[in-house]
């Protein structure tokens, strides 16, 4: 069994910097590509930003220049630093990781989420 947990959401003004993390537990063997996903009220789940094993990373066109991810593979972690937050930032954000358990399974797995809420 895999759990994500994520924190580090809550209330910022618009401009400001929020740092989310994610910390990937359980059986684990080796965690490949983890990533952030966002959902906006009334909007699809979209892509935030991804990150491999070896540190390539990927943005949606929308938090280029703006969001960093990053990732500490010791700790079994990735991160989201959000700076210059905007109010259409506003969205509950999802952890993704996909992992090989110890039995060598290959699954993705998903947090819970936590809530950005970027006040205009």
Do not use: H
């Not at 990937?24 to 930003?49: C, D, H």
């Not at 703006?66 to 010791?74: C, G, M, Q, V």
């Not at 700076?83 to 509950?92: I, M, Q």
């Amino acid at each position: 069994q895999v759990q994500l947990v994520e924190s580090g959401g809550g209330l910022v003004q618009a401009g400001g910097s929020l740092r989310l993390s994610c910390v990937v537990s359980g059986s684990i063997f080796k965690i490949n590509t983890m990533g952030w996903y966002r959902q906006a009220p009334g909007k699809q789940r979209e892509l935030v930003a991804t990150i491999t094993r070896g540190s390539i990373t990927t943005y949606a066109d929308s938090v280029k220049g703006r969001f960093t991810i990053s990732r500490d593979n010791a700790k079994n972690t990735v991160y989201l630093q959000m700076n210059s937050l905007k109010p259409e930032d506003t969205a509950v954000y999802y952890c993704n990781a996909e992992v090989t358990s110890r039995d060598y399974y290959t699954m993705d797995y998903w947090g819970k989420g936590t809530l950005v809420t970027v006040s205009s």
